[in-house]
């Protein structure tokens, strides 16, 4: 059964060392991917890259004075909300299916998970191919179908985005699920992502 590769906010403000959010060990991260794709495209016939996607008066904006914890980032139609050309365009040479998923367009609130604020449309009892994402908030047309129950997630920072989209995963919908450690860079060096890989006892992609 071939499995869908999730990609976590792999944009220009977390990637770029001058982007306004930078994740240190972004680069490296970036590099895991690429090497586990040059190994492992043939086992996957879906990316999904999330995008933060936030409005300039996003509520998470420290400059917005609504207790933001953060500098202006990933607002919409810049380049740093952009993704990684490099890894873009390492990944797409490989002809797999390619779709991207806005998160964070409710500017009044924080979400961290691209999953956490999702519907689920086709019935409780649907085949995984009816899965799909449709944030509140976004436009109607802002909706991704995950094709395959077997995923691999990855990207953008370990310790937020990444372990709160894996949370959502895991609790709603299920999936046989891997951690791909070495395409993961986190802002706390990994520690917090370390102990939610423990307790949830999930495993790790070679």
């Not at 495209?41 to 879906?46: I, L």
């Not at 810049?78 to 873009?88: F, N, R, S, V, W």
Request: net charge neutral; with cysteine; proline share 2%.
């Amino acid at each position: 059964m071939k499995k869908t590769l999730i990609i976590i906010d792999f944009q220009y403000d977390f990637c770029d060392p001058k982007g306004s959010l930078y994740v240190k060990g972004a680069e490296e991260a970036k590099k895991g991917i690429i090497k586990y794709m040059e190994k492992n495209h043939n086992a996957f016939n879906q990316i999904i890259y999330t995008r933060d996607w936030h409005t300039p008066e996003d509520w998470s904006f420290k400059k917005n004075g609504k207790d933001g914890l953060w500098p202006d980032h990933c607002v919409q139609n810049t380049h740093g909300a952009e993704i990684d050309k490099e890894l873009y365009d390492n990944l797409n040479k490989y002809g797999i299916k390619v779709d991207i998923f806005n998160k964070g367009t409710v500017y009044t609130h924080e979400e961290y998970g691209a999953f956490e604020n999702c519907r689920f449309k086709g019935g409780d009892k649907a085949d995984i191919k009816n899965y799909f994402f449709n944030n509140y908030g976004n436009d109607p047309k802002t909706e991704i179908s995950i094709i395959n129950n077997k995923v691999v997630v990855c990207g953008l920072a370990g310790d937020y985005c990444v372990k709160e989209s894996t949370k959502s995963l895991l609790k709603h919908f299920k999936f046989n699920l891997e951690l791909l450690v070495s395409g993961i860079a986190s802002i706390d060096n990994g520690e917090t992502l370390k102990k939610f890989i423990a307790d949830n006892k999930i495993p790790i992609a070679r």
